[in-house]
């Protein structure tokens, strides 16, 4: 697949936002990344962190992104405030806001900073799995737009189907396990990764066969990966897993890795997300 150059990628359309004054962004939203309700998260998450990104007073790289979705955001306008609340000497947090009409949709807390050549290691191990020609691509319907702008390749826990001929039975564990990349592909940065963090169909859908009301209330994204590994990766595909750890009361939890196909973690996610059935 020929990649497009970032600057007239549809994603980067999407995520588009302006500086109107010191703190303050005008965005739009896309009809090209809609979701069952509203933009999907992902696009707004990482609208949230181009605005950072945008800021003359930006220090560093992305460390961790807190996006609280508080209300709905409808198509069309919105504006987004970006404050700098606190600049040390290796990180800087910030607190931004984005609204429409007034009234606040988005909520989100980021710590940008400065990565230092430290002692490391890695915990977590990388699924052996087959490579992505071998994995079966999901085709979203069109009600899903946002999905259509990704390719995702199941190796485990696909989504179900959205009208099964025959009854589906509860699946044993809400493990997901896909390649994924932006379709057309598109060279991975930060602004994409921490859309792809929230790729991941809610987890409820697989434990319980069927597609039920969900959405997510709140997503926090940690990003390990330097700008440097990220540029390695180029537009190849990236592997991701997904799973919940407890279901009841309306919510459950969704945690997700994302893996360079080289084998370097890149960053991952943990959500909160309700659901109704």
Same mark, same amino acid.
Request: charged content about 20%; overall charge negative; hydrophobic content about 40%.
């Given at each position: ?93 910030? =607190?931004?806001?984005? %609204?429409?009409?007034?009234? @606040?949709?988005?909520? /989100? $807390? +980021? ?6 050549? #430290? ?92 597609? =039920?009301?969900?959405? %997510?209330?709140?997503?926090? @994204?940690?990003?390990? /990966? $330097? +700008? ?6 180029? #537009? ?42």
């Amino acid at each position: 697949m020929t990649g497009i150059d970032a600057s007239t990628h549809p994603f980067d359309t999407a995520i588009a936002v302006q500086y109107t004054e010191a703190h303050q962004l005008a965005g739009h939203t896309c009809p090209d990344y809609a979701n069952m309700v509203g933009p999907f998260g992902g696009v707004t998450a990482a609208a949230l962190l181009r605005a950072v990104e945008r800021h003359p007073e930006r220090l560093g790289d992305p460390l961790s992104l807190t996006v609280n979705y508080a209300g709905p955001i409808a198509d069309g306008p919105f504006e987004i405030t970006a404050r700098p609340v606190r600049t040390n000497r290796t990180n800087q947090h910030w =607190l931004l806001e984005l %609204t429409q009409d007034g009234a @606040v949709a988005t909520t /989100a $807390t +980021a710590v940008f900073g400065i990565r230092r050549d #430290t002692w490391s290691d890695l915990e977590l191990t990388m699924p052996s799995v087959p490579g992505p020609g071998e994995a079966v691509p999901q085709i979203f319907p069109d009600f899903i737009a946002w999905g259509h702008n990704y390719e995702l390749r199941f190796v485990a826990g696909a989504v179900p189907d959205i009208e099964p001929t025959t009854e589906i039975p509860e699946n044993p564990d809400s493990v997901s396990t896909l390649w994924l990349r932006d379709s057309p592909a598109r060279p991975i940065d930060f602004a994409s990764l921490t859309a792809m963090s929230d790729a991941f169909y809610p987890r409820v859908f697989l434990r319980r066969g069927r597609y =039920l009301p969900a959405g %997510t209330i709140s997503l926090t @994204v940690y990003f390990h /990966a $330097t +700008a440097e590994e990220l540029a390695d990766q180029g #537009t190849e595909y990236l592997l991701g897993r997904a799973r919940a750890n407890r279901f009841g009361h309306g919510h459950f939890d969704q945690n997700a890795q994302l893996w360079g196909r080289d084998g370097t973690l890149l960053a991952t996610s943990h959500q909160l997300v309700y659901f109704k059935g």
